[in-house]
C-alpha cells in the first residue's frame, strides 16, 4: 500500500499570501496524484489531477507539480475561501490511498 | 447537469447490515465506473472500493478493511449503484460519498451518514 505524508499539518497565513502544500509518497506514483480540497460539512472538490492538470473551473491561482514521490500544491495569492482541508491522492495502484489533509486557516 | 445522490444511512447495530444506494443523473451510467469513499467523524478520507463499467469488465476492488464485509453493485437500467454493508463494526462509521470514475473523481454525492452503534 503506498503511504502518502502531507505537511505541513496547519498552515497559517493571511488572504493575499501564497500557500506552498506537500505530499510525498512511500513509493513512486509517476504523476497518478490529485489534490482535493475539502470545506465542513461539504463533499470534497478535486482541484488537481495527474499532479499538475487543473480540473475545470479551477482558478489558475492553484497549481500543482510534481512527479515520483514528492509533490507540491501551491496557491499564488490567497482568497478568502481558499480556507479548507486539502488532501493528496493517488491512483497509480490499489488501494487508493489519501494523505492525512493539511489544513490551511486565516492567519 | 451530473448529480449523485446517496441515500440509505442511519444508525444500525454492530454486526447488522446496510445498503446504501447512490443515484445519478445527468449523464450515461452504464459507461461509467463508480467508486465509494468514506469519512469518519473529524478524519480523513478514505477509500472504500469502485466498481467497473460493464465495458470494462464490471470488476469491483475494495480496500483491506471492508474486504470480504463490503460489496458494490450496481444497476445500469436504474443507474443507481449499491454499497451493500455486512457485520458491520464500530469503526464503519462515516459519512459515505459515491463518486463518478474510480481514478480521480470530479463528481461526488452529498453523502449519507452511517452511524454504527449499540
Known amino acids: 500500500e503506498i503511504v502518502l505524508t502531507q505537511s505541513p499539518g496547519t498552515l497559517s497565513l493571511s488572504p493575499g499570501e501564497r500557500a506552498t502544500l506537500s505530499c510525498r509518497a512511500s513509493?513512486?506514483?509517476?504523476?497518478?496524484l490529485a489534490w482535493y480540497q475539502q470545506k465542513p460539512g461539504q463533499a470534497p472538490r478535486l482541484l488537481i489531477y495527474?499532479?499538475?492538470s487543473r480540473a475545470t473551473g479551477i482558478p489558475d491561482r492553484f497549481s500543482g507539480s510534481g512527479s515520483g514521490t514528492d509533490f507540491t500544491l501551491t496557491i499564488s495569492r490567497l482568497e478568502p475561501e481558499d480556507f479548507a482541508v486539502y488532501y493528496c491522492?493517488?491512483?497509480?495502484?490499489?488501494?487508493?490511498?489519501f494523505g492525512q489533509g493539511t489544513k490551511l486557516e486565516i492567519k | 447537469e451530473v448529480q449523485l445522490v446517496e441515500s440509505g444511512g442511519g444508525l444500525v447495530q454492530p454486526g447488522r447490515s446496510l445498503r446504501l444506494s447512490c443515484t445519478a443523473s445527468?449523464?450515461?451510467?452504464?459507461?461509467?465506473?463508480m467508486s465509494w469513499f468514506r469519512q469518519a467523524p473529524g478524519k480523513g478520507l478514505e477509500w472504500v472500493g469502485f466498481?467497473?463499467?460493464?465495458?470494462?469488465?464490471?470488476?469491483?476492488q475494495y480496500a483491506a478493511s471492508v474486504k470480504d464485509r463490503f460489496t458494490i453493485s450496481r444497476d445500469d437500467s436504474k443507474s443507481i449503484a449499491y454499497l451493500q454493508m455486512n457485520s458491520l463494526k464500530t469503526e464503519d462509521t462515516a459519512v459515505y460519498y459515491c463518486?463518478?470514475?474510480?481514478?480521480?473523481?470530479?463528481?461526488w454525492g452529498q453523502g449519507t451518514l452511517v452511524t454504527v452503534s449499540s
Open positions: 445527468g449523464f450515461t451510467f452504464g459507461d461509467h465506473s
Open positions: 491522492q493517488q491512483h497509480a495502484n490499489t488501494p487508493r490511498s
Open positions: 463518486t463518478r470514475g474510480y481514478n480521480t473523481p470530479s463528481y
Open positions: 495527474g499532479a499538475s
Open positions: 466498481i467497473r463499467d460493464r465495458g470494462s469488465g464490471g470488476t469491483t
Open positions: 513509493q513512486s506514483v509517476s504523476t497518478y
